[in-house]
Structure formats: C-alpha cells, structure tokens
C-alpha cells in the first residue's frame, strides 16, 4: 500500500504512547505568543513544570474585575438553536415557514414529497446551513463561511453515513473558517495578538492547536469514524482552505475537548477559547468565573476580592455536588482527574463530606466517611470501576465522625441507592407533568431523609429536592410555600462553607428568585388591608430587599455592572423602593389615624377625670408629630 497521510489508530496509538512519554518529560510550555495578554489585561501568563499553563493576577483585584476577554477561534450555534440565532453575531433571527421537497433522514431529499419547514428569514440560499439576522452579518461572514459552504451543505448526509455527531464537523468547518480568514486578515508570521476588552479580535487557529487534543480518552472506534467522515468532508473544502486528515483529526478532538458551552441571548452555543482553556485551571473552589451571553465572547471576571500573585481559577462543573462527582464529571468532559485543593483535601477535613453525607445511625449527629485515596486516570478505567465498585467496598468500613461507630460501606451504599431510588421516582413524576403527586412524594422524601436524619441535610439529594419544590410549588401556585423551600436552598447552598464560592451565579440566581417572588408577594399582601395582610407584607418586603442586594452583587460582579442581568435586578430593587415606601406612607398614616383617636379619647378621659378633679393643672393635649417616632415598617 503507498505511503498514506492518514492516521491509522495503531499510528494514533503509537502517537499517544509517544505523547505519554512526552509528558513524562514534562516541558515547560513556551508563553510567548500569550503575552500580548499581560499589556491589556490584569494578569501574567505563567508555566510550570508541575502545573502546565496558568495565570495569576498581576496586581489587587477586587471582586467583579475583568480579567480576560476573549473571542472564539470558533463558535457554533448547537443544533436545537440552529434557526434562532445568527450564525455570525448570535443576535435572534426572524424565521418565516415555506413548503419545500421533503428530507429524509440521511439528508437527502424525497422525489414526490414537500414539508412545512420553520426557516430563518435569511439564511445562506446554497448549503441552507447558515442562518443570519441580516444580509450585512451573511456579508460579514461571507469569508469564514464561503469556505464551509459546500461541505455544510453535506454534513448532514456525512455525519449520519459515518454515525458521528453533526456538531463534531461543524464546529470542525468553523474552525477551518477561522484558519483561512486569519491567513487573509493578518497574514505573516510574528503577528503580535493581543487579547484586549473592547477590540477583541477572534483568537487565531494556530492557538487552537496549542491545545491538548485528548485523544487517548476517545473510543478507537469513534476515532475511526470520525477519520472517514473528516475525509468526506475535506473534500468538500476549497483547496486554498483544506487542512491535512491528521490536522482536521486533531483539530476536531481539541474542540470536542475544550469547548465552552454557553447560553447566548438564551440559545445554546459552543465556542473555543484558546486562550481561557489554555491558561485558566480548573478548581472546585475558583476564584473566577466565565460567562458568554451577548455574542461568542468570553468574559472572565474575579468572582472575590483577590491579593496580587493569586492563582487564577474557574469552575468548569457545577461545584454543589459531591467530590465523587464532580471528579467524574471533569474526568468524561474535560478528560482528567481533579487534583484541586478542595479534592486533595482529606474528606473528613472537606465540606465535601458533607454533600453526599449519610448521618451516623448511632449518634445521628455527624456523618459516616469513607476516605477514597483512589486516583482514576482515564475514562474506561472509570468504567469499570463503576462497575467493581460493589467488590472494591466489600469487607471496608466507614467511620463516624463524631462517635466511635463504625459502618460497612455496602450498608451505606444500601442507604444511598435507596435515597436515589426514591428521589427517581419523585423526579419522574415532575417529568410527566404529575405536578401534585411530585410534590407530594417531595415532601415525603424530605421526611424520610431528612426529618429522620437519615441523609445530612447538606446532601445534594435533598438540596436538589427543595430545589424542584419551588418549581412544582410555583407551578400550583403556592408562592409562600416556595418562597420557604427557597430560602431553605440558600442557607444550605451558603451555610456549607466552602461548596460555593462568594457571589456564585447559581446561588445569585437562588438570591433573585427568592427577592422576585417575595416582592411579587409583598405587593399583593400590602394591597389586602388587614392587619394579617399588612403583617405579611412587611415580613416579605423585609426578605425581598437583602435578596435582591445579594443577587445584585453577584451579578454585577460577574456579569458585570452595565449588563442586561444586573440591570434586571437594579429594576426589581427600584421597584421595592417605590413600593416599600408607598406601604410605609400608607400604612404609618393609619398608625396615626388611629393613634390621633386614642389620643382624642385619652384626652376625652382626662377631660372627665379633670372635671371631677380640682383646678387648675391642665395638660397641653399632644400633635401627632410629638407622639411617637414612625417606626419602619420592614
Ligand atoms: C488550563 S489547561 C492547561 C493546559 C496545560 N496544562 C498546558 O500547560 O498546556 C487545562 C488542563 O490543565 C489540567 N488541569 C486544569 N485544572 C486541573 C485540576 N484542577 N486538576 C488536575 N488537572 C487540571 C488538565 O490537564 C486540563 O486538561
């Protein structure tokens, strides 16, 4: 056979055997092309043979500062938002419906049928593939895109042909798109990049490949597939564009490896950040947070008030779940085993043992541990470790922490699969819409696990639980009752010390709903004009307000003060004023209407008693305004 350029996965295997040795190396990497980042923004770029690239903060940072900006080498709109953002600015697009012949699955049309089809009012006439807000973004695009054009126009068919995911080529094609704009609009080597605010320009390609592709952590299998469809594709990219098989593999895996998922104008799009994925670590106790929402462009800001020279760091999982977790999670998503602070922590030392904490059956006062040293390097060792975990436990015991007793681990394992058992069940009924028998098993749930201290109350399961009741409680609407369930979720969320950070987005948003719904709340209790009605009302404003400050702290330092989220809050916070105030007016004039009466008829009292009583002391009667302060109402 002549020699080939394709890769071969024994040569894929002999690369990463190759690549293993290399990192047993461990070379420093080489920063130079990534200190254009220092000149624009508040960090230094850094290396370590220990740590690989990171980045630490060049100066005292207080929280809410911005610390990197970056635009996508290549961003693509995820399938389930394909017609309703622009592929080039990510803005919403009109859409308009027209009968056309009809598509099979494989993405080939059918002679003799037509279909009713919801398409974007502008869109690119040949591959159908692209969509836009108008012809100036397709213009716009037009260099990116017209490289792409004809090998869109196939993906579909490709990617069902090879059984590979659709996203996987595209985001490939995007990628493809950068590379040939980059050579036509900063052509030559040496070009100094930088990564600044407002000038931001796509990072370049050749960044891209900077990254580590992972792809040990892929099935051979898929690895196969993913060769032959990338061959059927390149063939349909322009010469003067195309990338070798080797390069387009590599390429496809480092995206697949690296993406960033974000929620743009409430679409769900990928984008790749060189240089964020490239210098900032992960930790289950970050620093910093990212956010992408107004177009493919990454905002990194501090998330609390940091000394000059600190580490760096984001979250790439959620960080209210169990170790154990989230350590899976990174290791199937992000391909390695979390070596953060938070996870070499021993467990007994760690909130982290609190979170998927079952209480001792002894004292009911601290929770059973179980310390797993293990390291998992790689996802099938994963696997099968899921599976030889009932074997690995056999025999093991775990220790309370606060008392002498001592538990198999398989009994505890019993305890847990219950708990997941049940919390299943509850879920699948939410799912089914059975919005009634889900709050029903809920609330059960919580007194089974919690009210009989069975799981600690820290315990994701029952976190989660009251996460879903205010779901299911506004949906009946039963606003106080999930207005209590929400606020059980912030003090948890908050009162395990260490399991989020200051200003975490999720408990913002936990922060904002709570402060939305009592000033919901508040608003219609002041308008019943009873005593209980106006008790009430003062107790929800009294809630609403630090809610709705601490939800607008947090989003302004990590969305940033100008942004649509904090300015949703500062609306809601202006209303409590307006409100609040109105209820103080109203509700002090009554105090004094009736306090003027009891003065009246004190001062009728004493008139009497002053007429049965001898001359000549008389009291001056009291102005309201010298009767007592007002008082605030919240
Ligand atoms: C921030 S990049 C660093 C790139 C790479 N270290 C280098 O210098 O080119 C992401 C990679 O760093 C490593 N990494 C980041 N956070 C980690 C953590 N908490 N524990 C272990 N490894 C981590 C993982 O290998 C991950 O794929």
Redesign the pocket.
Known sequence: MAATTEPTVDAHEGATQASKKKKAKKVV?DNSRYLGAETVMPILVK?SHA????VVSSKDLSAGTLVTVEKASGAIVRNQSFVNICHHCFKPVASKTQTRTKVDEQGNEVAGQTERVTVPAHSCDKCKMAAYCSEGCQKAHALEHDVQCDALAKSNAIAAEHRVPLEHLRSLLALIGRRFADDKNMPGEGVHYKYSGQDARPTPYSHAL???P?RHYLDRNAIKSMQQALKDLLALVPEAARISLPEAVEAACIFN??HHSLVVNGQQVLGLFPF?????????NPNCMYVGETDATLFIRTMTDLAANTEL?IP?VELYQPREQRRRD?LMT???????RR?STLLSNSVDRLMDGIQCTECKRGVMIFEETKEVQDINELITDMSALDQEIQGKFAECEACPAKIEVTKLVDVLKAAITDYSEAHIALQRGEVTRARQLMEQYLRNYEDKQVLNPYNTYLVNTYISLIQVCSQLGEVDRAIRYNAIVIERMEGAQGATPENYPRVAEYHMSMGDMCLKQAKLKAANQTPAGRSMARKYFKDAKPALEKAFKARTAIYGKDSPRAYEVKRLLDEYKKEHDEFVKTTEKKKISKKQVAAAAAAATAATAAANTPPPAVMPAQTPAQQQPATSAA
């Open positions: 990497a290396s740590k690989g690239r990171y900077d990254l580590n992972n490896t690296n964020s994925s490239l210098y900032f670590q992960h930790s289950c760091t790439y990174l992000r391909h390695f085993w979390c070596k953060c996870c």
